[in-house]
């Protein structure tokens, strides 16, 4: 078996969360698979829709996800490695994020641009309130008046205008940083980079680290298809080191069974519940299933808290690879699909008509919209898009 062959993938079973693997070497399948079982076939083609409907087909009646390939022959063996549980080798943190991986994201942490200035305290906040009174920070200073703090006068400026001023300063304000994870198993999937619940695992961990560098209480949840996982803001490593732990070893979740499609709003009215008035939230998803529920929730702790989501996506979801007929499964079901120009076009306008329907829902309700590619590097992504916003919170 060669290298390519002996890679195995996580597959997930709603969305276009499918394990594939190309097995034809004709022009056009460039596709780098990574976690991946792609399978060209020239003896069957469905239009995409039939995709869909396979796709609807209820979750509670799938057997759970697991490693599992398509194999080459006809046979429905499924290959030696289907039942490994632990990937191990060069590509385990393609698939799953390990606990040592993400604590290896500290010190890189420190190179986002996260915040605005330094935190000058233990207890002292790392963003700038617009009220000036009597803080950690100088803002200016003005004539006295009457009631004005004597421990405060700026004895420079009263010497040298030869008029009595007081100084302000700028309060800061703590500011603590919930991170809201999806790990439903749609978020174990990829066709090229790591599957989307690593990238999620990677850049929650690295906003976490980057929030204990300033000395900020980190926090959030991970929701799944099993329910969700909460946890306080904290300070320093032990809020981080909590968050990261249950990111590494969140395959095995203790909470019993919930309807999949009700768990994006349930997640959201306990975040809504628990981020108290200035929380930066980050939410870090594909967004699937995030319904009028979710969307409220979401609107009304837009409302008091500065809200983040960040789209994670693959490119096969975005679009198709060049012409051909493909086979794909989920370990339970298969079925075929044609990969030819008119279903590429519809392909890639639905799932441009779903992301823009997410970022203008977003942006009209003043939360921060960033895309992220499974394809696209954790720090570079996150170096670049939070740029801005180190100049300006």
């Known amino acids: 078996m060669n290298r390519q062959e002996s890679r ?25 698979q990574r976690g991946c079982d792609f399978r060209a076939d020239r003896q069957t083609s469905f239009d995409p829709a039939a995709l869909e409907r396979f796709n609807s087909f209820s979750p509670r009646h799938r057997a759970p996800a697991e490693f599992r390939f398509v194999p080459r022959s006809a046979s429905s063996t499924p290959h030696p490695m289907s039942s490994m549980p632990h990937p191990a080798g060069p590509t ?5 994020p390990s606990l040592a991986g993400l604590i290896r994201l500290n010190h890189p942490a420190s190179g986002i641009g996260l915040y605005r200035i330094a935190v000058k305290a233990v207890e002292s906040g790392g963003y700038l309130s617009r009220f000036k009174a009597r803080g950690m920070e100088f803002a200016e200073s003005r004539p006295y008046a009457p009631g004005d703090d004597v421990r405060n006068l700026d004895w420079r400026v009263t010497a040298r205008t030869g008029r009595t001023h007081t100084k302000l300063f700028r309060e800061e304000r703590e500011r603590p940083v919930m991170l809201s994870v999806d790990y439903r198993a749609a978020m174990w999937f990829a066709t090229r980079g790591a599957f989307k619940s690593v990238r999620v695992a990677q850049l ?3 906003l976490a680290w980057s929030a204990s560098h300033h000395g900020d209480r980190v926090g959030g949840q ?13 300070h320093g490593q032990r809020g981080v080191l909590r968050l990261i732990r249950q990111l590494a070893e969140a395959q095995a979740p203790a909470l019993p069974a919930t309807a999949s499609e009700t768990v994006p709003a349930m ?16 939410v870090l998803s594909d967004f699937r299933g995030f319904d009028a529920a979710a969307q409220t929730a979401l609107s009304a702790l837009a409302r008091h808290s500065s809200v983040v989501l960040v789209f994670v996506y693959d490119p096969l979801e975005a679009e198709l690879p060049k012409s051909g007929h ?14 030819g120009r008119r279903s590429a076009e519809r392909w890639r306008a639905k799932f441009e008509t779903r992301r823009g329907a997410l970022e203008r829902f977003a942006r009209g309700r003043g939360m921060r919209w960033l895309e992220c590619s499974t394809a696209d590097d954790p720090l570079a992504f996150l170096q670049r898009s939070l740029r801005a916003s180190s100049k300006t919170r």
Request: with cysteine.
């Open 222 to 234: 991970i929701f799944s298809d099993h329910g969700c996982s909460e946890f306080k803001p904290e």
């Open 326 to 339: 493909f086979r794909v499964s989920d370990t339970v079901r298969e079925t075929a699909f044609d990969a």
């Open 204 to 206: 929650a961990s690295l």
């Open 92 to 96: 385990a943190d393609l698939v799953r």
């Open 8 to 32: 195995f993938a996580r597959v997930a079973p709603e969305g276009f969360g499918m394990g594939m693997r190309r097995t034809n070497t004709a022009p056009g399948g460039e596709l780098k």
């Open 267 to 282: 997640a959201m009215k306990h975040l809504q519940q628990h981020a108290k008035p200035g929380t930066l939230v980050f």
